[in-house]
Nanobody, 111 residues
Framework: QVQLVESGGGLVQAGGSLRLSCVAS????????INWYRQAPGKQREWVGL???????NYADSVKDRFTISRDNGKNTVYLQMNRLKPEDTAIYYC?????WGQGTQVTVSS
C-alpha cells in the first residue's frame, strides 16, 4: 500500500514562499493522481489542487496563479510550490491519493 509523507512546512512572512514535498513509498506512484488539501484551525479540509498521472493539473481558485504543483516520478515525489503566501494560507497541508493521506505539514504565514 502506498504511504505518503509530507515535508517542507514552516513559518514564513506574508509574501514569502515555501515548497512542500509529498513522497510516496511505492513504485506505483507514477500511475496515481495526487491531491493537495489543507485544513486551517476550526475549518473544514479544503482541496488545494491535484496532478494526475498524466500531468494534468488543476487548482482551487483561492490558490490559482500563486501555487504550482509538479511531480517527479523518478523520485516518487509531488511538489507544491507556494508563492505570494497570505496569512489565510495558514493551515496543515496534506497530500492524498484515493483513501490514503499523509500526516500533514504545518504552514504558518505571519502578517
Amino acid at each position: 500500500q502506498v504511504q505518503l509523507v509530507e515535508s517542507g512546512g514552516g513559518l514564513v512572512q506574508a509574501g514569502g514562499s515555501l515548497r512542500l514535498s509529498c513522497v510516496a513509498s511505492a513504485s506505483a506512484f507514477g500511475i496515481v493522481g495526487i491531491n493537495w488539501y489543507r485544513q486551517a484551525p476550526g475549518k473544514q479540509r479544503e482541496w488545494v489542487g491535484l496532478i494526475t498521472s498524466g500531468g494534468v493539473i488543476n487548482y482551487a481558485d483561492s490558490v490559482k496563479d500563486r501555487f504550482t504543483i509538479s511531480r517527479d516520478n523518478g523520485k516518487n515525489t509531488v511538489y507544491l510550490q507556494m508563492n505570494r503566501l497570505k496569512p489565510e494560507d495558514t493551515a496543515i497541508y496534506y497530500c492524498n491519493t484515493y483513501n490514503i493521506w499523509g500526516q500533514g505539514t504545518q504552514v504558518t504565514v505571519s502578517s
